[in-house]
């Protein structure tokens, strides 16, 4: 078993029970290497609900999804840190 941390919006945080394999499978879907699975999940409860409303839209942030790690794999990408100077901050 594996325990992950979801934050809430009111920044309390709360303890959930997970297989695994079912760990495992929720990693395939992280863009960046410190993505919190908090922003995984809510990514993934996003397409779902959208699938249902509008499925051609879905079917796009899946290629978006699956066009950014190919360009992480292939390391063209801007690190956070980079990405806060250029924001300014």
Same mark, same amino acid.
């Given at each position: /078993?594996?325990?992950?941390?979801?934050? =809430?919006?009111? /920044?309390?945080?709360?303890?959930?029970?997970?297989?695994?394999?079912?760990?495992?499978?929720?990693?395939?879907? =992280?863009?960046?290497?410190?993505?919190?699975?908090?922003?995984?999940?809510?990514?993934?409860?996003?397409?779902?609900?959208?699938?249902?409303?509008?499925?051609?839209?879905?079917?796009?942030?899946?290629?978006?999804?699956?066009?950014?790690?190919? =360009? /992480?794999?292939?390391? =063209?990408?801007?690190?956070?840190?980079?990405?806060?100077?250029?924001?300014?901050?």
């Amino acid at each position: /078993m594996v325990y992950i941390g979801i934050l =809430r919006c009111i /920044m309390t945080t709360t303890t959930i029970k997970i297989q695994n394999d079912t760990k495992s499978q929720i990693d395939q879907f =992280r863009e960046y290497k410190n993505e919190s699975y908090d922003e995984v999940l809510k990514k993934l409860i996003f397409i779902v609900k959208n699938l249902k409303k509008e499925p051609e839209l879905s079917k796009e942030t899946i290629k978006a999804i699956g066009s950014a790690r190919e =360009r /992480m794999k292939k390391g =063209r990408f801007v690190s956070e840190e980079v990405a806060k100077q250029r924001l300014g901050l």
